[in-house]
């Protein structure tokens, strides 16, 4: 099943609403976002996509990428080589642009594959269930109070936890913990996500707070480089660590992290880490030294499908993660992922990919397409 063709079409997603969910990392204003979907054509007319780009962040030069560096290598290749095509253009991969491509390529052809077996990706990872409880995670609000109304709606709905990305404030960060503890009661589930902003003083002050509180996790609260910090830190504090959603590397930088005992979860997602199947290899790798691999949310709605596949084939991760709103997070898809009223996903059951893009809007809103 030769690769025919490779090709990828641009359009605009507009009136997204203004989100944060780290200092560093933001949006003002409502605006307008380019998205860009991924079609490899094989010979026998099967098609694979991805998406590639989210509500915040520029697809760059991906586009012309794609086509002229990474097209050629991919020509009169047989589709259903994953495991070949990805050690090919892995080797030489360096950093967040080259990951996030090859992550597009490889869901893309794990989409042809599914397709052309006529089952979902999970089976043909090799399913291990069908559903999982889904998370809320927040995106920085304006008051302790907003995050209060937000963890409780959510409890409401019967969603299983509710983590909170906060203004990374350590004194307002504990503050809003110790707040939305307390409205939520002792039995409900919260993590806290600090987006890789505190010093060690910082980080250590705000763990033991969030150790007090009972929080079910504590993520990212040091830059995603110093490993020398995590080890102290998670020599100090009995609440577990979750580390590397970043950087953009494959599945060789995680090594350090386990082998120095860093983190107690690891973390990665198709976009950042360079594909499914870089992702599924860091899954059993970390299963191997009893860890969890807590998948991330993927950035948009196709590569979220993506992640529930994968999820759906592996037994450590617990959860799948829903980025809040809404708004800035779901499009493009028309059958896009729910939770239901006991706060689960559901695996999809179409082949491939499973879901069903929407194409009229992508055509009516498409600024450039390139072959």
């Not at 090709?7 to 605006?31: D, L």
């Not at 993927?298 to 592996?314: D, F, K, P």
Request: aromatic fraction near 10%.
């Amino acid at each position: 099943m030769k690769i025919s063709n490779v090709k990828v079409t641009v359009w605009e997603w507009k009136n997204i609403p203004a989100t944060s969910y780290t200092k560093h990392f933001k949006s003002s204003g409502s605006h307008n976002a380019h998205l860009a979907l991924v079609t490899i054509v094989a010979e026998d007319g099967l098609e694979g996509h991805a998406f590639l780009g989210s509500s915040l962040g520029s697809i760059g030069n991906d586009v012309n990428q794609i086509i002229e560096r990474y097209k050629p290598l991919l020509i009169g290749q047989d589709a259903l080589n994953r495991e070949r095509i990805w050690q090919n253009l892995s080797t030489w991969a360096i950093g967040w642009n080259a990951m996030r491509i090859i992550g597009a390529i490889d869901i893309a052809l794990w989409d042809i594959g599914g397709k052309a077996a006529g089952i979902p990706i999970h089976k043909l990872m090799g399913s291990y269930r069908d559903s999982v409880p889904a998370y809320a995670s927040s995106a920085i609000l304006e008051t302790p109070q907003h995050y209060v109304e937000e963890a409780l709606k959510y409890k409401e709905l019967g969603w299983s936890a509710y983590k909170i990305h906060p203004p990374a404030e350590p004194l307002l960060d504990i503050k809003i913990c110790e707040m939305v503890r307390k409205a939520v009661g002792d039995d409900y589930r919260l993590m806290l996500d600090a987006c890789w902003a505190y010093s060690y003083p910082d980080a250590l002050r705000v763990g033991r707070a969030a150790e007090e509180l009972d929080f079910y996790w504590y993520e990212d609260p040091l830059p995603y480089d110093d490993i020398y910090g995590y080890v102290k830190l998670k020599q100090v504090l009995k609440i577990p660590l979750a580390a590397t959603e970043l950087p953009a590397t494959g599945p060789k930088a995680y090594a350090p992290w386990i082998m120095q005992q860093a983190t107690d979860y690891l973390r990665g997602d198709p976009v950042i880490k360079g594909g499914l199947t870089s992702c599924l290899k860091t899954a059993h790798t970390a299963e191997t030294f009893q860890m969890n691999y807590e998948v991330h949310h993927g950035g948009n709605s196709l590569t979220n499908v993506a992640n529930l596949h994968l999820i759906m084939a592996i037994r450590n991760c617990e959860y799948f993660e829903v980025l809040l709103p809404d708004a800035a997070q779901k499009h493009g898809i028309i059958n896009d992922i729910e939770v239901d009223g006991n706060g689960m996903v559901h695996a999809p059951q179409a082949p491939g990919l499973g879901v069903e893009i929407d194409f009229e809007l992508i055509n009516r809103n498409k600024v450039l397409e390139k072959q």
